[in-house]
């Protein structure tokens, strides 16, 4: 027995050396960390600046170097802008009072829009009838950033560490931002959707059959050489014409996207707000790189060749919109078919048009915003960080 209890006591010493051993080891690197003042505290913070308002957490690690993980979020708040609606052949105000001229046509020839077959030209009429006879739709614009970041700051100063110097990166969704028009906007939208969808049927069957030209007279038709409602986005490449129309909800829409990954450097001014150095201020300065233009997302939008119209030697259509000898329309999505003898649907419609790299020359206020957008490569950083000692 005796040899029994020996054998314990040699057996529990050796058991219990090497976890005294492990907490040994373990408090060692606990006392080493704090010697050297690597993750021995952590501060906690809210932010406000350019990036909008956010938090993150800090923890240094050594004399000079300190690492920072947060998260970024701007408001959405809406800024309202105006949008000029045209047609491809003149203003949408002469459209407007094109379409009385129209009515006043159809009374003419003894027409009763309460008649079966004019319900999609009544539906127009009064749509437009009930708006305001204005040539612009207002758009709301909002911003949609939140992102992600992790910094690393250097405190390169032995004795002096109000100052840091920063480098890192935030990342966040593509899309930072929209443009959409605004709800009260919708009747108008609907009614160019209205207007359009009559425009393209109407060189070959006119309204319920009815046209409101002498057959030999398209171009004193009012509604025939009007052209296509919406919103001329500039040129693409090859000068061709860019044309928005809103789409089958009556909505028109932009959005902006980025690169995900945005680097960043900047520097900063630290300070203490208390005695006990619990409440600290953190002011950074710096810029975040977006690794190129942004791009300017669009959908719906007709790519027309309005230039002067084109026939080669043998009278064969080669190009351009007008009218040929005979009085035959070729328009924009309208085209007459010199085969058969009738005009046919015609128009390239496009979807993620990239307003900033895909056109040229955009008009107008769209142009100016547009334009703008592209020298954002590069974002601004200026914002104020109050911070709380954890630990």
Same mark, same amino acid.
């Given at each position: 027995m005796k ?6 006591i040699v057996?529990s010493l050796?058991?219990?050396?090497? #976890? ?7 408090q060692s690197?606990?006392s ?6 690597? !993750? ?13 308002i956010?938090?993150d957490?800090?923890m ?8 920072? #993980?947060?998260y970024?979020?701007?408001?959405r708040?809406t800024? /309202? ?5 045209e ?18 046509k159809l009374?003419? &020839?003894?027409?009763? !829009? ?7 030209y ?5 749509k437009f009838?009930?708006v305001?006879?204005?040539? &612009?739709?207002t758009?709301?614009l ?5 992102q ?8 390169p100063f032995?004795?002096n560490? /109000? ?13 930072v931002?929209?443009?959409c028009?605004l ?12 207007y359009?969808?009559? &425009? ?5 069957? @006119?309204?319920n059959?009815a046209?409101?030209r002498?057959r030999d007279?398209a171009?004193?038709?009012p509604?025939f050489?009007t052209?296509?409602?919406?919103f ?9 014409? #860019? ?13 902006m ?7 960043y !450097? @900047?520097?900063?001014?630290n ?6 150095k ?6 950074? #300065? ?8 942004? +791009?300017?997302?669009v959908?719906?939008?007709y790519?027309i ?8 030697e043998?009278?064969?259509y080669k ?5 040929d000898?005979?009085?035959n329309?070729?328009?924009d ?13 015609c128009?390239?419609?496009?979807? /993620? ?6 056109l ?16 954002f490569k ?8 109050f +911070?709380y000692?954890?630990f």
């Amino acid at each position: 027995m005796k040899k029994f209890g020996v054998f314990l006591i040699v057996l529990s010493l050796t058991t219990v050396m090497p #976890a005294q051993d492990e907490t040994k080891d373990k408090q060692s690197i606990t006392s080493l960390m704090a010697e050297k003042g690597i !993750l021995n505290h952590m501060d906690i913070g809210v932010n406000v600046g350019t990036l909008g308002i956010g938090i993150d957490v800090a923890m240094p690690v050594g004399d000079y170097v300190r690492i920072r #993980a947060g998260y970024n979020y701007m408001p959405r708040i809406t800024l /309202h802008s105006n949008f000029n609606i045209e047609t491809s052949n003149g203003s949408y105000s002469n459209l407007l009072s094109k379409v009385d001229k129209i009515n006043d046509k159809l009374a003419e &020839y003894n027409i009763d !829009l309460n008649t079966p077959g004019y319900e999609e030209y009544k539906k127009m009429y009064d749509k437009f009838s009930k708006v305001e006879k204005r040539d &612009y739709v207002t758009m709301g614009l909002k911003p949609n950033v939140h992102q992600f970041k992790f910094l690393v700051d250097v405190l390169p100063f032995k004795n002096n560490k /109000h100052w840091s110097f920063t480098a890192g990166f935030f990342v966040g969704p593509s899309d930072v931002g929209d443009a959409c028009n605004l709800e009260k906007e919708t009747l108008i939208l609907e009614g160019i959707n209205a207007y359009n969808s009559i &425009y393209k049927d109407y060189p070959q069957n @006119g309204i319920n059959g009815a046209f409101l030209r002498p057959r030999d007279q398209a171009q004193d038709d009012p509604f025939f050489r009007t052209g296509l409602a919406g919103f001329k986005l500039g040129t693409f490449d090859d000068g061709e014409m #860019a044309m928005m129309v809103p789409d089958k909800n009556a909505t028109v829409r932009a959005e902006m996207s980025v690169n995900k990954f945005r680097p960043y !450097l @900047g520097f900063g001014y630290n300070t203490h707000l208390s005695k006990d150095k619990k409440w600290n201020m953190n002011v950074d #300065a710096g810029i975040l790189f977006l690794c190129g233009a942004p +791009s300017i997302y669009v959908d719906n939008v007709y790519k027309i060749d309005a230039s002067e119209i084109r026939f080669d030697e043998e009278g064969w259509y080669k190009g351009g919109m007008g009218f040929d000898t005979d009085n035959n329309y070729y328009g924009d999505i309208v085209r007459w078919n010199q085969v058969e003898w009738r005009y046919d649907p015609c128009g390239e419609l496009r979807n /993620h048009v990239d307003m900033v790299h895909d056109l040229h020359d955009i008009p107008g206020k769209v142009g100016n915003m547009v334009h703008t957008a592209s020298k954002f490569k590069v974002y601004p950083n200026a914002s104020v960080t109050f +911070s709380y000692r954890l630990f």
